[in-house]
Nanobody, 124 residues
Framework: QVQLVESGGRLVQSGGSLRLSCAAS????????MGWFRQAPGKERQFVAA????????YYVDSVKGRFTISRDNAKNTVSLQMNSLKPEDTAEYYC?????????????????WGKGTLVTVSS
């Protein structure tokens, strides 16, 4: 079992930056590809970014390319999502998730473990 806990979400102004973190316990994250997903109010959960087991490969949904950066520190068992130039449409609950397999993009059904989410609100 892997337990994932996200942090870092808060209210931020449009154009601002946030760094989300996902801390894992239970097993080492190096065995898992990791993804960030988000769910806006009234919408389906959406893939945001993925990173392979060692961090060699990353993949982003088009709407965040050039603004968001996913990274991982396997020694610390953490995954991060650096979000720059935030827009109101980035407002959502953000979830990190772990998968034994790396795909680009990752889908909900690919993921083996999920965190409970952290809320990001971007004001205009």
């Amino acid at each position: 079992q892997v337990q994932l806990v996200e942090s870092g979400g808060r209210l931020v102004q449009s154009g601002g930056s946030l760094r989300l973190s996902c801390a894992a316990s239970g097993r080492t994250l190096s065995s898992y590809a990791m993804g960030w997903f988000r769910q806006a109010p009234g919408k389906e959960r959406q893939f945001v970014a993925a990173i392979s087991w060692s961090g060699t490969y990353t993949y982003y949904v088009d709407s965040v390319k050039g603004r968001f950066t996913i990274s991982r520190d396997n020694a610390k068992n953490t995954v991060s999502l650096q979000m720059n130039s935030l827009k109101p449409e980035d407002t959502a609950e953000y979830y990190c998730a772990a998968s034994r397999d790396y795909k680009a993009p990752l889908n909900d059904y690919d993921m083996d473990y999920w965190g409970k989410g952290t809320l990001v609100t971007v004001s205009s």
